[in-house]
């Protein structure tokens, strides 16, 4: 280059992303995982990389999928309910996002890795929540294609269903945090296992479609963050929502977790971010302390009692699951037929590469169809007269 010559756009890029890699390695904790280490399954060149670092692209590819786009009328907990108010999955993910980076933000670890799991780790659910997933996963086993894990969809969409069927190519990393975030599990403790490919994270979807009780550790310290963010991020606003409804009464919480969590989301999320914080500075590990993680227990235990498996929010659950069985039988049977005046020709198989249709069953092309749908579309599949009963 000329003495006299300014340096290209393309190289002033190339500049500032190399300074923000440098950067984390002097800023970011050794338990961190730098921008720089990121794995595609399908290596790309720096050109084509363009000058975001891997997991800011991993989140930016996140945020701007068609999957991402549905998470706006999907449910979280309480469905056919009329009150803004009441969380869907997207305020979910959104607040889990949050939560994790501001627990990677004390703990000085890759808040771009963080953001993107978080984005992504509930994009498989389907309509109606973990009440739709009960559904939808015995007429996938009834199908002979094995029980559906919102977890494992999740991969599914990102990897094999996104753009056309070619998927994102996101980094193992991203993957792998979106795979193992199982919220639902209580640990006090994770500890990452880092030393994971493409090929052991394969064996870990088999492993879970095998045995779903199969227990997964995140590879980074940021996905166990996630993963630990997952649970504080619903555990109180699912109370604050039920106490809305008239469901409980504030007082109802249990004295003993009151005195430790706390009885508003707002306190018990501090709580629990806190005390993250406390036991998990300089670590290699993600904790709570004993006491906080005892408390928290326990409110997981109160909330499925008198939350979760409440019958008074499943007023309409014989109808919805009806509904899944008429949906899933009813595109199993066009797509093999062939009916090429069927909404998942039409609508989901339009433009689809020839390559996700000849690596899917029939069976597995609906599941993906129907879990990919929101609560709206899935009932706008069925005559008003069942819309209408539902609403009732």
């Known amino acids: 280059m000329d003495a006299f010559e300014s340096p290209s756009p393309a190289n002033i890029l190339d500049s500032l992303k190399g300074s923000l890699n440098d950067r984390e390695r002097e800023i970011l904790s050794p338990a961190a ?38 998470y706006i009328d999907k449910t979280q907990v309480f469905y056919l ?13 959104q607040l889990v996002s949050k939560i994790a980076r501001t627990i990677g933000r004390f703990l000085r670890l890759n808040e771009d890795l963080i953001e993107a799991i978080a984005l992504g780790h509930d994009i498989g659910h389907t ?4 009440e739709g997933e009960t559904y939808l996963s015995a007429l996938c086993e009834r199908a002979g294609i094995g029980p559906f894990l919102h977890n494992v969809q999740s991969i599914q969409f990102l990897d094999r269903v996104e753009r056309k069927g070619m998927g994102w190519n996101l980094c193992l990393q991203t993957l792998d945090g ?29 492993k879970k479609k095998s045995d779903p009780t199969a227990p997964l550790i995140p590879m980074t310290t940021e996905g166990c963050v996630v993963r630990m963010a997952d649970t504080i991020a619903y555990i109180g606003r699912d109370l604050e929502d039920a106490i809305r409804l008239g469901l409980l009464k504030r007082r109802d919480i249990p004295r003993h977790i009151a005195r430790i969590l706390g009885t508003t989301n707002g306190t018990i999320v501090y709580r629990l971010v806190t005390d993250i ?33 409440n019958p008074k929010i499943k007023v309409h659950s014989k109808e919805i699951k009806k509904l899944f069985s008429i949906l899933f039988e009813t595109k199993l049977e066009e797509l093999v037929k062939k009916d090429r ?22 069976a597995e092309i609906v599941r993906d169809y129907i879990a990919g749908m929101t609560d709206r579309y899935f009932l706008s599949r069925f005559p008003e007269r069942l819309r209408s009963a539902l609403k009732q």
């Open 33 to 70: 995982t730098t921008s720089h280490s990121g794995i595609r399954r399908h290596p790309v060149n720096d050109a084509a990389a363009g000058y975001r670092q891997a997991f800011s692209l991993d989140a930016d590819r996140i945020l701007h999928s068609m999957a991402y786009a549905r």
């Open 81 to 93: 309910i009329e009150n803004d108010h009441i969380t869907h999955r997207v305020l979910h993910v």
């Open 127 to 130: 309509p109606f929540g973990h």
């Open 178 to 206: 979106v795979l193992c975030h199982d919220g639902e599990i209580h640990n006090q403790r994770l500890t990452p296992e880092p030393k994971k490919s493409f090929a052991t994270f394969e064996r870990e979807i088999d």
């Open 277 to 309: 914080i406390e036991n998990s500075t300089e670590s290699q590990f993600i904790a709570f302390s004993p006491q906080i993680s005892e408390a928290l227990k326990s409110l997981k235990v109160f909330n499925l009692e008198h939350i979760y498996l």
């Open 341 to 362: 005046s069927s909404d998942i020709f039409t609508h989901y198989l339009a433009d689809m590469s020839a390559s996700y249709v000849s690596d899917h069953s029939p």
